[in-house]
């Protein structure tokens, strides 16, 4: 076990040493050979004038063996850095790659490769820990979710059968027909909250991963097919552009959630004998409705932000539009001109 | 008709078993992993009703018992699960429908009496109340041997009426029924009046008798 910046350090000392070890000899060497030659080309005597003629040419030697050398421990840096980061940051980018493939949702737990280097090394363990621990809390998070909605649907679900088997008792008087009526209205918003909170939750917990190509066109008009009885009921005049085979990536359910959720908000907060627009091109989906007053921009797509006595919603309808756009990366925007609420996803 | 209920919450399983308690319908009922696995290996039902989170074990595991040991009971899931996964994998493990809590009484009626019905095709593909006969492979609704035109909606509503007849049946059930998810984002269920109403009209039309009565505005019941 060794540390990062030590491996690469001590392979550059080995091998600069190595060069100096190697280039003792050869200095040495020529020094010795032009020392000899200028001995017997001169017969000994060394006169001024040679001396410094020979000055000339060992420096001129030791500078052009300097600049050799100087080159090849270049080269060989070059060589060795380029080989060690190759080598040496193997184990990092191999972890690298495991993070970037990661999906909490995929539950496939990681093993990083062991590696002698401490750093690396320190970095897996601290990754495999962190990473445990996350697949641990949402494990746990998930657990929560659904004893949450066991636990608060099964005592929903004995009130509802209670009231359904109070309907059946007779004799009932007109007054307690509509008592019965009006708790089960309550007790069908609550329902509908707690669903409505399980799937935020559960967006949040990026469960929904898997993505496909859809036929967004075919998927709205299936939908708006779905409010029929709703739009006739109010007497509404649907006014559609929807442009055909626009394809959309992302998670079917998802999907269908954020287009009725748009479209329930716009049917339901419309006045009857009114009029919806729809209008979808390849990169914008348009819903618009009359209405009186502007909603207030920064509230509106907030938790409950809208849910009020005199609003049958949950007040979870439009959080949960901004949560799926926020989760593929979506623009989803309120406006209001011309009494008209436009709500516009740009995709 | 013998219907098995295993589910661990006593009122839930009370409430489906009175609502149950009329002439065809006997119930039995397992509030534990063990009691039901009990029941399941010595005696047979038409139907079982199965909650999945049970003290003492998982209830697929009780419909993979099922499946090994080669019964022909019809299971009905009833979950307070409503993940697609789970819907997929009960159904995938033999299960014949899942119906997530909170539920109506009359849906589950529904979905018992056309699960029963599928399980004895052969015997009963024709419901007969005096003058009206339901042919349910062909769809066809006659009233003294004449035939009377129905929506899709309308023999839906009908069928719903008659597997809970003499029962009331709430607005707001028929509304899930008839519109399912979609029904429960709105309040507004006045949509049924107009099925309701069409479907009267036509039976009257026809010659029928008025079975269907209609309770202060609240909901309707099937008389007979």
Redesign the interface.
Known sequence: MSKLLHRSLKRFIIYSGLVLVCSIPVYYITISFLWQYEMDEHNIILTDEALREDRFLIVGAVTLLTVIFFALLMAGFILLNRKISHQLWQPFYKSLGQIRNFHIHHQRTLSFESSDIEEFSELNQSLAKLIAGNITAYDQQKEFADNASHELQTPLSIIQSKLDLLLQSKPLSDEQYHIIEDAHRALARVTRINKNLLLLTNIENSQFMDRETLDFSGLIENSISQFNNFITNKNLLLEDAIQPQVFIEGNKILIEILVNNLLTNAIRHTAENTSIKISLTPHLLSISNPGPVALRQEQIFRRFATASSLSPGTGLGLAIVKQISNRYGWNINYSFSDGLHTFQLLY | MKILIIED?V??AQ??G??LADEHYLCEYAVSFAAAMEKIDIYEYDCILLDL?LPGGDGFRILEELKTQGKRDGVIIIS?????EDKIKGLQTGADDYL???????ELAARIYSLIRRKQFENVNVIEQNELKINLLSKVVTVNEHPIPLTKKEFDLLLYFISNKN??V????LAEH???E?A?????Y??IY?HVKNLKKKLSEGGCENYLKT??G??YKWEI
Do not use: Q
Request: aromatic share 12%.
């Open positions: 919450e009122d839930l409430s489906i009175s609502y989170m307070a699960k409503n993940s697609l997530t809590k909170p539920f109506h009484l009359s029962k009331v709430s607005k707001s059930a008839l519109s399912g979609v429960d984002m709105f309040d507004n006045d949509f107009v309770l202060y609240t909901g």
